[in-house]
T-cell receptor
Framework: SQQGEEDPQALSIQEGENATMNCSYKTSINNLQWYRQNSGRGLVHLILIRSNEREKHSGRLRVTLDTSKKSSSLLITASRAADTASYFCATDRLQGAQKLVFGQGTRLTINP | DSGVTQTPKHLITATGQRVTLRCSPRSGDLSVYWYQQSLDQGLQFLIHYYNGEERAKGNILERFSAQQFPDLHSELNLSSLELGDSALYFC?????????????FGSGTQLSVL
């Protein structure tokens, strides 16, 4: 089964609004990552947050991590039409399984 | 451009056939990961190689096999193909072998089994 589960599965907002996506996972982790995928293309790494970090920023992206709840959120501020894509969280495992497991993703649509 | 090269970009074949997907990692990366993406299963981890050695195995069918060669490129072999094998296959590379680091993805091979 998937380690990470995103919520919501789909999100549609107006340009300029903020978009928040959530990810929950099951086992203890070292890191959690967020990736973006434009339709039918390869995934692109956005941000990595370590288990001892609670919040991280990169440009218009803000990621939070709550290890006690085994959850993370990705906030995209001042959204643009070009942000339309699918967003995936990915988790490793504390025991070092040497693989990165992805959730099902959130499909984000930004309406102009 | 991620620096990861996958060939071919598209592959159309028939049930029962065998195909080989190829991946060249970024220069300097020793790890190659293979993933399968389909609408119903999402992005599924298949297998991870580091410097020629298998490091982790996921939900990879027995009909599928992979290897990483001394020049670090990797091939994913899919045999006795079924309709359900139609999917987008990605490889990704990284420097380390931990499975915790940032991955660089290729643009994928779209496999259609007819």
């Amino acid at each position: 089964s998937q380690q990470g589960e995103e919520d919501p599965q789909a999100l549609s907002i107006q340009e300029g609004e903020n978009a928040t996506m959530n990810c929950s996972y099951k086992t203890s982790i070292n890191n959690l990552q967020w990736y973006r995928q434009n339709s039918g293309r390869g995934l692109v790494h956005l941000i990595l947050i370590r288990s001892n970090e609670r919040e991280k920023h990169s440009g218009r992206l803000r990621v939070t991590l709550d290890t006690s709840k085994k959850s993370s959120s990705l906030l995209i501020t001042a959204s643009r039409a070009a942000d339309t894509a699918s967003y995936f969280c990915a988790t490793d495992r504390l025991q070092g399984a040497q693989k990165l497991v992805f959730g099902q993703g959130t499909r984000l649509t930004i309406n102009p | 451009d991620s620096g990861v090269t996958q060939t071919p970009k598209h592959l159309i074949t028939a049930t029962g056939q065998r195909v080989t997907l190829r991946c060249s990692p970024r220069s300097g990366d020793l790890s190659v990961y293979w993933y399968q993406q389909s609408l119903d299963q999402g992005l599924q981890f298949l297998i991870h190689y580091y410097n020629g050695e298998e490091r982790a195995k996921g939900n990879i069918l027995e009909r599928f096999s992979a290897q990483q060669f001394p020049d670090l490129h990797s091939e994913l072999n899919l045999s006795s193909l079924e309709l359900g094998d139609s999917a987008l296959y990605f490889c990704a590379s990284s420097v380390e072998a931990t499975g915790s680091e940032k991955l660089f993805f290729g643009s994928g091979t779209q496999l259609s089994v007819l």
